[in-house]
């Protein structure tokens, strides 16, 4: 069974646990998530941990979107089938990926407009770029 806990309490879905989650939370997830993860800006420095085997599966849209400063996730698949991206950083939000997976097969992996950080990450299966930055609307960086 997947579950995401914020700290003594469990919940079911990535959206009851986000929702209860404070700025400056763990949220630790173990097993598979169908749906997205969505980090509002009244959310910074939330840390995301997986468990080994954890993921978070999109049919459509991103599987992380992430607005909020300071915002850490580690140790998860993220899967992404439809959509712009796999994980979407809007302008004004920072995010740091750290030893996770990123798999999008009809987008990007990563888009950035504000600020994102991998380490120690993959970035594979892209049905377009691995990461996608873009500094301003006309300029924008494919890696």
Known sequence: MATATVGGTAYGSLVEAVEHAKPGDTISISGAHTGQMVIARTL???VVVGASGAS?????????LC?????????LL???KEG????????GGSLTLVSCEVRCSAANGV??????TLES???LECGAYGTYECI??????YI
Request: with cysteine; proline share 6%; hydrophobic share 40%.
């Open 44 to 46: 910074p420095g939330l």
């Open 111 to 116: 888009q950035v407009q504000g600020e994102c």
């Open 67 to 75: 607005s909020a400063t300071g915002v850490q996730i580690s140790g």
């Open 56 to 64: 978070i599966s999109a049919g459509k849209g991103p599987a992380v």
């Open 121 to 123: 990450c993959k970035v």
């Open 84 to 91: 712009e991206a796999c994980v979407s950083v809007p302008g």
């Open 136 to 141: 301003a609307y006309d300029i924008c960086i």
């Open 78 to 80: 993220l899967a992404a």
